[in-house]
């Protein structure tokens, strides 16, 4: 079980909330809580990738220079602009503090996948990216449309409904937990 007093033990994401904690990789917020339904922002789910990935390779990642972003120094956001897994917004701005959607999350994992298969030899992705079959795939961004179809390919990310993709929907601190659940699975498979 966790330890966190927020997270039942009846809950769906309960397991994955505590084998993701035995790992180190899932932390909580600052006030002992799981906060399990907020939506993730960009900042928290850079700490979450980082961590995960730095758990698989059991290595801490090269942070970026200090001054990358102006509106973020958080050592996490660094460690994952360092290893090309998040982007800022434009004029050295990262947007900590902005909830992030599904088609970003997936762009972030997607790079992530791409790091550590560079830096283990490890093959996450084997079926090549599509998003074929979602009848909203005109709505995923062009920019993200390689990272949700290379998740959804390979079974890190399922859509929302068999036809339904979701893309700009708002991710969950839950929903993300599982997203990283998924590819250490796949990781521990590989």
């Known amino acids: 079980p966790s330890r966190f007093p927020d997270v039942r033990r009846d809950a769906w994401y309960a ?31 850079a700490e979450l990738i980082v961590q995960s990935v730095e758990a698989m390779l059991d290595q801490d990642l090269e942070a970026a220079p200090a001054n990358t972003f102006i509106d973020s120094s958080n050592p996490a956001v ?11 917004v434009g004029e050295n701005k990262f947007a900590p503090d902005v909830t992030t959607n599904r088609e970003e999350i997936a762009t972030m994992i997607a790079r992530a996948v791409k790091y550590i298969e560079q ?26 449309v390689e990272g949700v179809g ?17 893309p700009k929907e708002s991710c969950t601190v839950e929903q993300s937990i599982l997203l990283c659940y998924r590819l250490y699975v796949k990781f521990l498979a590989a």
């Open 15 to 45: 397991d994955y909330v505590a084998y993701l904690e035995k790992l180190g990789v899932v932390v909580g917020y600052p006030d002992g809580l799981f906060h399990a339904e907020a939506t993730i922002t960009r900042e928290q789910f």
């Open 119 to 144: 830096n283990n030899g490890t093959d996450l992705a084997s079926k090549a990216a599509s998003i074929a079959g979602f009848a909203d795939q005109a709505q995923v961004s062009k920019w993200a």
């Open 78 to 88: 660094l460690k994952a602009s360092q290893a090309s897994i998040v982007n800022g």
């Open 150 to 166: 290379l998740l959804a390919a390979n079974g890190i990310m399922n859509g929302t409904s068999a036809t339904t993709l979701s």
